[in-house]
């Protein structure tokens, strides 16, 4: 587990901060993959698109994959290298668009690919494949592969289309089926890719295992990984691409909240209940959406435990109206009182791509650290809520 590297009385609550030298050594270990296999690994933006970072992660990543135009656009001007995209269904404005900025379009099916064709010329074009093989359970709102699933062409589909358009123009197919995954899921769903579009790739150049690759968590199978890239690089000659998204901001940034008030149990014979100024809804949405449970430090990073696992226990909520806005019980050696602060852990990925201003709550600050320098870069004030709506 990473601990904080900056000083956390000295930030505003609340905030995220960014720690450089834990994405470096992300970065580090996903650059030695690269190196190892000759395959090319993208940052998906959709979990984290904190692009003063873009010097940094370029140095050692190929490029950028995109949700579509805007993540597109950052891409492209931020970060540089290669930019590829996906979409369920393109429109064709953002497609006229798009082929400004992107290189590598994936698209949902050949049909959707021959639908915008003349606009593909000298692009790379991928389509998206279902091996409706799933190997996650628990999350169905992350599970690609869950029943009446609208991303990708099952095979079915796709050899119906590859009936009537063809393969003409076409250089690889993409699968994208895992989340927070370790090798082993990785590579049965490869395995169970080739049983069905093998007969395929042959005619392709590209093949692309999608994100959801655990690959900086410390059990992480590396070798395996580079065994089932390897596999498809000697066998089909195939350039491999990788997309994680987590995996490049894995640990590698905390949010900071002060208590603000505590409300005493024993009045009610409940717990007692801790306020804080950070929100589950407005500022970690995975937290209720996943829903998960984050690592919590106190104030002198002792990791807060388990309801009863420690003397003190509370509920710990936010200071919006709604009544589930709960980050959840925990438990700590001290107690906690006003004006304490708390540190949750790995919230640089799907946090600040997905806070909002629900209540008209202020959005966190962004802090960047390196090297002991705690850089304010991003303050957000009432123009924010009000530009919006
Ligand atoms: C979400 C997503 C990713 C990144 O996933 P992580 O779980 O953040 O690694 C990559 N590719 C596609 C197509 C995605 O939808």
């Known amino acids: 587990m990473n601990t904080p590297l900056f000083d956390i009385t000295k930030v505003n609550t609340p905030c995220y901060v960014i720690e450089q030298d834990y994405i470096r050594k992300n970065c580090e270990i996903l650059k030695q993959v690269c190196d190892n296999t000759g395959c090319r690994i993208l940052l998906a933006q959709k979990a984290f698109s904190a692009y003063s970072t873009y010097p940094l992660i370029s140095q050692y990543l190929n490029g950028t994959t995109a949700s579509g135009l805007h993540e597109a656009i950052l891409g492209h001007d931020k970060f540089g290298g290669e930019t ?18 992107a290189d590598h379009f994936v698209f949902n099916s050949i049909r959707q690919f021959n639908k915008f064709k003349e606009y593909m010329v000298g692009k790379a074009v991928l389509i998206r494949v279902n091996p409706r093989f799933s190997t996650q359970e628990g ?23 590859v009936r009537e358009f063809g393969l003409d123009g076409i250089d690889g197919i993409h699968f994208h089926t895992l989340c927070e995954q370790n090798s082993d899921d990785l590579y049965k769903t490869a395995m169970e890719v080739e049983r069905q579009f093998g007969k395929y790739l042959k005619y392709f150049s590209e093949i692309n295992f999608g994100g959801g690759h655990h690959i900086t968590r410390d059990d992480y199978d590396i070798p395996l990984l580079e065994k089932t890239i390897n596999h498809f690089k000697d066998k089909y000659g195939l350039t491999v691409y990788l997309e994680p998204g987590e995996a490049v901001a894995l640990n590698a940034g905390f949010a900071v909240t002060t208590v603000l008030d505590i ?41 807060a435990g388990e309801k009863g696992e420690y003397r003190y226990h509370y509920r710990l909520g936010s200071n919006t109206c709604l009544a589930g806005d709960i980050t959840g019980d925990y438990s700590f050696k001290e107690p906690l009182k006003p004006g304490d602060r708390l540190v949750l852990c790995d ?43």
């Open 263 to 303: 409300i005493e149990g024993s009045i009610n014979n409940e717990q007692d209940i801790a306020i804080m100024d950070i929100s589950a809804a407005c500022h970690m949405p995975d937290v209720l959406e996943m829903p998960y449970r984050p690592v919590i430090l106190d104030s002198r990073f002792n990791k």
């Open 347 to 389: 919230m640089a990925i799907y946090s600040m791509v997905k806070n909002n201003t629900f209540n008209g709550m202020k959005l966190p600050d962004i802090y960047l650290n390196q090297k002991g320098r705690t850089e304010r870069i991003k303050t957000f004030g009432y123009e924010d809520f009000l530009s919006r709506l």
């Open 84 to 101: 590829h995209v996906f979409s369920p269904a393109y429109t064709e404005e953002d497609i006229k668009e798009l082929i400004r900025y």
């Open 139 to 161: 999350h169905e709102i992350y599970d690609p592969c869950a029943p009446l699933s609208r991303l990708g062409s099952t095979i079915s589909s796709f050899e119906k289309d």
